[in-house]
């Protein structure tokens, strides 16, 4: 079984541009959230969708987006690009609502910021 | 304000003898515990979980033990191998969230 696939793995950009990242769940998996790593923070939550719907959001400003589409397929992108956004960007999905289903990691993407 | 936290950036064992990770939260509506091992340049790979229901887990050379009075668990990993060598990260989840709220993490380090 495929895991869950993100894309692209490196990126580098620079100061005020925006980019967006992909994310290919488990194939069934209908919940997708996405955590940013950094050193300093270590992993925080960024938001998670359901059904094409955002059920949560975690304490980013909104220059953080995301949106899933019907194939729960999500994407996540940011505009404006500062130069803490650089990070460790991790996607996860889980199979449907309900508790007891732990998420699974993609390899993440690592967006460096010029 | 820091829910989950792990006390130990790092932990050196040696080969054979018993691992044991801690991490300790604040946060009394988590429900739902789980420990994540990660590779550098890797995602974090899922260990094994408890719920809140429970006080003990076990998975092959993993054991998590949940105490809910004192808000701690813990992983421990019997026989240790080098191959567990890794950064472990604890998380929680509650209130029929799945947002996961993780430690820092703890690098284990297994001496062969």
């Known amino acids: 079984k495929a895991g869950v696939t993100q894309t692209p793995r490196y990126l580098i950009k620079t100061r005020g541009q925006q980019v967006t990242l992909s994310c290919s769940p488990i194939?069934?998996?209908?919940?997708v959230s996405w955590y940013q790593q950094t050193p300093g923070q270590g992993l925080q939550f960024l938001f998670e969708y359901f059904s094409e719907t955002q059920r949560n959001k975690g304490n980013f400003p909104g220059r953080f987006s995301g949106r899933q589409f019907s194939n729960s397929r999500s994407e996540m992108n940011v505009s404006t690009l500062e130069l803490g956004d650089s990070a460790l960007y991790l996607c996860a999905s889980s199979p449907a609502a309900g508790k007891g289903q732990p998420q699974h990691f993609g390899d993440g993407t690592r967006l460096s910021i010029l | 304000d820091q829910q989950v936290k792990q006390n130990s950036p790092s932990l050196s064992v040696q080969e054979g003898r018993i691992s044991i990770l801690n991490c300790d939260y604040t946060?009394?509506?988590?429900?739902?515990f789980l420990w994540y091992k990660k590779y550098p340049a890797e995602g974090p790979t899922f260990l094994i979980s408890?719920?809140?229901?429970?006080d003990k887990n076990e998975d092959g050379r993993f054991t998590v033990f949940l105490n809910k009075s004192a808000k701690h668990l813990s992983l421990h990993i019997v026989p240790s191998q080098p191959g567990d060598s890794a950064v472990y990260f604890c998380?929680?989840?509650?209130?029929?969230?799945?947002?996961?709220?993780f430690g820092k993490g703890t690098k284990l380090s297994v001496i062969p």
């Open positions: 194939s069934g998996h209908r919940s």
């Open positions: 408890i719920s809140s229901i429970k």
């Open positions: 946060n009394s509506m988590f429900d739902y």
């Open positions: 998380a929680a989840s509650g209130a029929g969230s799945y947002q996961l709220t």
